[in-house]
Nanobody, 123 residues
């Protein structure tokens, strides 16, 4: 499966962005999906995940109340709505397909990764 992430860009603090990840080559629906991010000089960190059918979703404490993950299995797509963005949200954001339907917050739970999309929050 190939994952293509899009929607990143430059936004001012307090602004919003919507990231999308489309899977090709294999359907997304049997698997959980997640978003991770990596800022310069830092390790990749968990942002959010959603289970295969969307019944369970979780976001990191650092983005709780601001970010929402969703999926549209008919379109083979997973989205990350990011509101009230802060400079510390600046990072390359990666979407990933899990090894199973449950997913989770650990990168080792994910088998396929997209190429990343840059999000920069700055005035």
């Amino acid at each position: 499966v190939q994952l293509q992430a899009s929607g990143g860009g430059l936004v001012e603090p307090g602004g919003s962005l919507r990231l999308s990840c489309v899977a090709s080559g294999r359907t997304f629906s049997p698997y959980a999906a997640g978003w991770f991010r990596q800022a310069p000089g830092k390790e990749r960190e968990f942002v959010a995940f959603v289970s295969a059918q969307g019944s369970l979703a979780m976001v990191a404490d650092s983005v709780k109340g601001r970010f929402t993950i969703s999926r549209d299995n008919a379109k083979n797509m997973v989205n990350l709505q990011m509101n009230s963005l802060k400079p510390e949200d600046t990072a390359v954001y990666y979407c990933a397909r899990a090894r199973d339907s449950a997913g989770g917050r650990f990168a080792s739970s994910y088998a396929s990764w997209g190429q990343g999309t840059q999000v920069t929050v700055s005035s």
